[in-house]
Structure formats: C-alpha cells, structure tokens
C-alpha cells in the first residue's frame, strides 16, 4: 500500500552562520534562530534514523555522509540537521477491557517516556476505548509536566471496546495546533479494533499525508481475542517509525526509553526534487549513510512519496522497522 508524505512549499528559516564545509545548518527551532536567510521551495524533508551493523545510534554524520535518490537519480540535500529540538508528541493510550490488566505497565511506559524528554516539548495524552478523550484539561492543549501526564494517564479505567482507528485520527489532528516543527506519536495497544467511525486505510492515508513519526507498541496475553499486530506493523511503517511486540508486557518501559533516544537522534534531512512534475506519480526514495572508513550504515526513513498536483500531502511507504 502507498501511504503519504508532507511535499510542502515553506520558507524555512537557516541560521547564516556557515560551518567550515560552506553549508548552513537547518534551524527548525525558531527560538534558537539568529540572523536567518530564507529559502523558499518545493521540498521533501525527511527523518532518519541511522544504526550501525550492531544497532547502535551513529551520531556526528555530515551532510556530506548522506545520498539521498529519488527513483534512483541522485538528490541535493538543501536542509540538514542533527539536533535536540524540541518536538510535539502524542501518547495514544488504549484503555479498553482488553488492556486491563496491563494498564499500570503502559502508564509506567508512557511516564518513562515523559521523563526522557526534554522539558519544553509539547506531549498531550489521548485515552480511548469505544469513545475517544484527552486527558488534559480542555483549557491545556499540551504540557511537559510529569505530574500531570500523569494524571491524563490514570484517568480513564480500562473497559468497554475499541476505537484505535478513531483516537489516532483525532492524535493526528491535535498534532495540527503544535507549534514545533517535529511531531510524534506512541500508540500502546493490541491492535484491534472494533468501534471505530474511521477505517484502517482512512488512517493510513491520514498518517501519511502528514509529517508525523508514529511508534507503536503491542501488548497482547492469551486473552486478547482481537490482537492484530498486522494492523500496529502496518501504521508505524507508514511514517518511518517502528512496531515493537514485546514478549512480556514488562518490556515497554524499556521500549519508551528507547523510542526517546530514537526521536532524540534523528536527522533531518530535506530536498527539492529534481523532477518538479506534480502529475500524482509515485516517487521512491532511498537514503543511505557511510561511515568512518566507508563502513556502510542502516538507514530508516520513508521510503517514498506520491507527487499530488495538490501540492500539500500524498501517498508513500517508509523504511520502517519492526522489532
């Protein structure tokens, strides 16, 4: 299936101090921008994740360790960045019956996330089970505080059904009224879905059309009748996120502390296609990274787009992972 990426028109402010290789580093956090020089373009910006052969984070890549291809011919990367910006995440909790018994290991999860994160993100909650509720008050739109994350953990009790599809979509909205440039999701569920107004594929074109990171993570036990990690695989994909199925519900703490230093370690990478044609065709992209030494390094992201006369999103896979 083709999911969507952001092909959007900005300008994007660039600090103007220029390093030694004459290029100028993408500022995404305005607070942090000086003196800014505007570009303006039809630009495809990416997230990538980059491990070596034993999955370690390789960090302190230049632009210039990077080969971005769109349907195999060669890109110039305009925008590059390897930094801590702030970044707006949503944490979608399932609480229906079925997470019952797994509900104080997902809040400890999602709190270990919190506490990971740097103190000027912007998190929001979303807690669902046949109906869909932000657990911040309606007068908070975000917070980085862990007392209360916290609270918009515990507020609602596991019961009733399911409405993934529903509380993603309404995740993906929210994540519109952000004011940082990277957005997220942490999904924690089983998968399955049995209330939802929305459709798997309304999801998937929804993520991809825009430019959010989602992560999900199954927990599944012998009681779980409608699990469905095909569904938590195929949504994470879509964005160049990853799927995690641990074995023992146990394990998600250690998977959001996890997912923290993932986000925390991403490039940034943009460019404007040489192929300017916006007649609706699909667009592959493929990212690779060298290393010290020419050692060859893994790379995940998108992994392609969909070039919409629309100018704004359209359809594309990713690289994404599943562990």
């Given amino acids: 299936?083709?999911?969507?990426?952001?092909?959007?028109?900005?300008?994007?402010?660039?600090?103007?101090?220029?390093?030694?290789?004459?290029?100028?580093?993408?500022?995404?956090?305005?607070?942090?921008?000086a003196a800014t020089i505007s570009v303006t373009s039809e630009m495809v910006v990416l997230h990538a994740t980059v491990r070596d052969r034993e999955g370690r984070f390789v960090s302190g890549l230049q632009k210039q360790d990077f080969r971005v291809y769109e349907d195999n011919q060669l890109q110039r990367i305009e925008l590059f960045q390897h930094e801590d910006v702030p970044i707006a995440v949503g944490l979608v909790v399932d609480n229906s019956g079925s997470m019952q018994r797994k509900q104080s290991d997902v809040a400890a999860a999602a709190l270990a996330f919190v506490r990971s994160s740097n103190?000027?993100?912007?998190?929001?909650?979303?807690?669902?089970?046949?109906?869909v509720t932000f657990g911040l008050p309606d007068t908070e739109?975000?917070?980085?505080?862990?007392?209360?994350?916290?609270?918009?953990?515990?507020?609602?009790?596991?019961?009733?059904?399911?409405?993934?599809?529903?509380?993603i979509e309404t995740a993906l909205t929210h994540l519109q009224k952000a004011s940082r440039d990277k957005k997220g999701l942490i999904v924690i569920s089983d998968g399955g879905d049995n209330a939802s107004k929305h459709t798997l594929k309304q999801v998937l074109q929804t993520a991809g059309r825009s430019d959010v990171t989602i992560y999900t993570i199954g927990l599944?036990?012998?009681?779980?009748?409608?699990?469905?990690?095909?569904?938590?695989?195929?949504?994470?994909?879509?964005?160049?996120?990853?799927?995690?199925?641990?074995?023992?519900?146990?394990?998600?703490?250690k998977i959001c502390k996890g997912i923290a230093e993932d986000i925390r370690n991403q490039y940034?990478?943009?460019?404007?296609?040489?192929?300017?044609t916006l007649d609706g065709s699909y667009?592959?992209?493929?990212?690779?990274?060298?290393?010290?030494?020419?050692?060859?390094?893994?790379?995940?992201?998108?992994?392609g787009y969909i070039a919409s006369p629309e100018r704004k999103t359209t359809a594309a896979g990713s690289q994404g992972g599943v562990r």
């Fill in 1 to 33: 299936m083709f999911l969507a990426l952001s092909l959007f028109s900005l300008p994007i402010a660039v600090q103007a101090d220029v390093n030694q290789q004459g290029t100028a580093p993408l500022a995404l956090n305005k607070e942090k921008s």
């Fill in 119 to 131: 103190p000027v993100d912007e998190m929001f909650v979303v807690n669902f089970n046949e109906n």
């Fill in 141 to 167: 739109l975000f917070s980085a505080k862990p007392s209360e994350l916290s609270a918009a953990l515990m507020g609602v009790p596991a019961r009733g059904e399911t409405a993934l599809y529903d509380a």
């Fill in 220 to 253: 599944f036990d012998e009681y779980d009748t409608d699990r469905n990690p095909r569904v938590l695989k195929q949504i994470a994909c879509a964005t160049g996120g990853e799927a995690f199925i641990p074995e023992q519900t146990s394990a998600v703490v």
């Fill in 268 to 276: 940034t990478i943009g460019y404007a296609p040489t192929n300017e």
């Fill in 283 to 303: 667009r592959t992209i493929k990212v690779t990274a060298t290393g010290p030494h020419g050692a060859k390094l893994l790379v995940r992201t998108r992994a």
